[in-house]
């Protein structure tokens, strides 16, 4: 693995003389075109992960617990006190799905997300993001829009819906790193990243609470028609063609990207890409910090409620505090990253070994409500310092061929999202504490390897396949 130090640890100027360039150059942040773009790239993440996870929640009350609210073994915690609801509100179906069934559904948007994750990167690629991310998202609310009648068909039904789902969503996430390719300036990128990932973040904040109050004076099914029809979509144009963007904004961006974007257009180097250590170390560690990250944000109400007791009303806002703290930690990583470029892996490390220590301590928690709740939202809350990790570490690596490598490790990382949810009900059928530690000692494991694994070979610097030149035009 020698040979990888040697090519990626190079930097074309040193990094103190980078930073006096870009000084002198910088265009103002403030009403510039690239950070209008991040906040409009973050409402479109907003978005999609509010329609994303308002399922984990309906689901809580879409199942018939009649038959089940006396079978709890005497390890489960007292239930809280549960407010009465309001009478109207018993109109919706409800459904009697085993643990095996509900993890299918909660795991099924993501057989649809994994198949557009490199394909939407390559599309994006050829033909720009512009309409692919808009799509994506339109394709996502038409298919939220549908999930209370699928649901009513049958779970097969739900499930095919919740895949059509994924498969509008997938293409966003490479799009977006396509755009920012043509956007970032090398040391803005995790502040520009992260704010647009901090969009993902806060539509979790807001879709969990949101769905429970929704849930508890309504009725599931308002829950998708709500989101559904609250949602638009998202457009976006390259620096050089932008209709507003200032002339010395547009050659700051430019000047900055000049050095690490390749210039044989149309020419995509896969065996490099494929072969590519620094890439493969960012796809364990994607695959290793999803698999925690997916196991609560799918899971997560089930346990508030199964577990720990708590009504759907006390679920959606409790379940959204870790990620209130994964939104200030994302946030204040980013203002960090980009000062601290040389540390970069520090914030990768921090992001997967913080969560796995307090994922395990909160399943040793017993019923202690305020202790399990507080270590879960630190476990999620020390995750989104990764958003300035390995997240931003395909920019740094080939910049040109960003929204490719993000939907190849996105591919890997998806997977946990499909088996995870079916591991973890198929272990908790008896919903027990002990259970349950099992499920997260498995998530902590995981992410302990994935810190590893990229500690040693992750990379920070632009690949040489990543700027191929084509010299026989004598540039």
Excluded at 50 to 60: G, P
Excluded at 136 to 163: E, M, Q, S
Excluded at 249 to 255: S, V
Excluded at 321 to 342: H, K, N, T, W
């Amino acid at each position: 693995m020698e040979r990888y130090g040697s090519d990626t640890e190079r930097d074309d100027t040193p990094l103190l003389q980078r930073a006096e360039e870009e000084r002198v150059q910088r265009a103002p942040a403030c009403g510039s075109s690239r950070y209008g773009l991040a906040l409009l790239s973050s409402f479109g993440f907003f978005v999609v992960y509010s329609l994303r996870v308002n399922l984990s929640v309906a689901m809580v009350d879409m199942l018939n617990n009649t038959q089940s609210n006396t079978n709890h073994s005497s390890s489960v915690c007292p239930a809280h006190a549960n407010p009465p609801r309001p009478k109207h509100n018993h109109t919706a179906s409800v459904y009697n799905w085993d643990s095996e069934t509900q993890g299918w559904i909660l795991g099924s948007f993501f057989y649809g997300y994994i198949l557009t994750q490199i394909l939407g990167g390559y599309l994006a690629g050829r033909w720009g993001p512009k309409w692919l991310m808009g799509l994506g998202i339109l394709g996502t609310v038409f298919f939220t829009l549908l999930t209370p009648v699928a649901a009513d068909l049958g779970a097969k039904y739900l499930i095919a819906v919740r895949v059509l789902e994924g498969i509008g969503e997938g293409v966003t996430f490479p799009a977006m790193y396509t755009m920012w390719a043509a956007w970032a300036p090398p040391l803005e990128r995790s502040r520009l990243l992260t704010i647009s990932y901090i969009g993902a973040q806060l539509g979790t904040v807001v879709s969990l609470p949101l769905s429970g109050q929704i849930c508890f004076y309504l009725d599931w099914t308002y829950v998708f028609y709500v989101f559904g029809k609250t949602s638009g979509g998202f457009t976006s144009v390259g620096p050089n063609t932008h209709p507003r963007i200032s002339e010395q904004e547009r050659l700051y961006i430019t000047n900055s990207l000049k050095n690490e974007l390749s210039t044989s257009a149309g020419y995509i180097p896969w065996r490099a890409i494929l072969t590519s250590g620094p890439l493969w170390a960012i796809v364990v560690a994607h695959f290793s910090y999803n698999w925690t990250f997916y196991t609560l944000l799918t899971l997560l109400p089930t346990y508030m409620k199964e577990v720990l007791g708590f009504s759907i009303k006390q679920n959606g806002l409790l379940s959204a505090l870790p990620y209130i703290g994964c939104v200030v930690f994302a946030v204040l990583s980013g203002q960090l990253a980009d000062y601290l470029r040389e540390t970069w892996k520090v914030f990768s490390i921090v992001g997967m070994l913080g969560p796995a220590v307090f994922l395990v301590a909160a399943g040793y928690t017993g019923c202690d409500y305020t202790l399990a709740v507080t270590f879960l939202t630190l476990s999620s809350a020390l995750g989104g310092v990764s958003a300035s990790g390995f997240n931003i570490n395909h920019l740094d690596i080939a910049p040109s061929y960003a929204g490719i490598l993000l939907g190849i490790t996105n591919t890997f990382a998806t997977i946990p999202g499909m088996v995870g949810p079916v591991i973890a009900r198929t272990l908790t059928q008896q919903n027990t504490i002990e259970e349950w530690q099992t499920v997260f000692y498995i998530a902590a494991g995981i992410n302990l390897f994935g810190a590893t694994v990229y500690t040693l070979f992750g990379r920070g610097g632009v690949q040489p396949w990543a700027v191929h030149t084509s010299y026989n035009h004598g540039d």
